[in-house]
C-alpha cells in the first residue's frame, strides 16, 4: 500500500436486512446515505490513524473496488473513514472503544 491508502474487506453483503423490530427490508429499498463497516486489511506507510485488523466506518459511494486473488477489497483513502472501531482503543475507563 502506498500514501495514505488504506485496503479494506466488506463485512456484510448488500442484501435483506432487519429493523430492530424484526421488519424485513428488501435490498431493494431505497434508504437515505447509508454508511457500511469494513475490516482493515492493509494501509500505507502515512497513515496514523488505523491497523490492520481495525473496523472502519466508509461511505460506499465513495469508494475504489480491487479484486485481489478472487476476493474484492475497497480502497481509499484515510481521510474518508469516518470512525474507527478497534480493541486497542478500550484501553482507558472513559473509551467507547470508537474513535471519531
Known amino acids: 500500500m502506498l500514501h495514505d491508502r488504506v485496503l479494506v474487506k466488506v463485512e ?8 430492530t423490530g424484526g421488519i424485513v427490508i428488501p435490498a431493494t429499498a ?3 446515505r447509508r454508511l457500511s463497516w469494513a475490516e482493515v486489511v492493509a494501509v500505507g506507510q502515512n497513515v496514523r490513524t488505523v491497523e490492520p485488523g481495525d473496523r472502519v466506518l466508509y461511505d460506499p459511494e465513495d469508494r475504489a473496488e480491487v479484486e485481489v486473488r478472487g476476493v474484492m477489497y475497497v480502497l481509499m483513502r484515510e481521510r474518508d473513514v469516518h470512525a474507527v472501531a478497534a480493541e486497542r482503543l478500550q484501553g482507558s475507563d472513559d473509551s467507547t472503544g470508537l474513535y471519531l
Open 12 to 19: 456484510s453483503a448488500e442484501g435483506e436486512r432487519r429493523s
Open 30 to 32: 431505497q434508504v437515505g
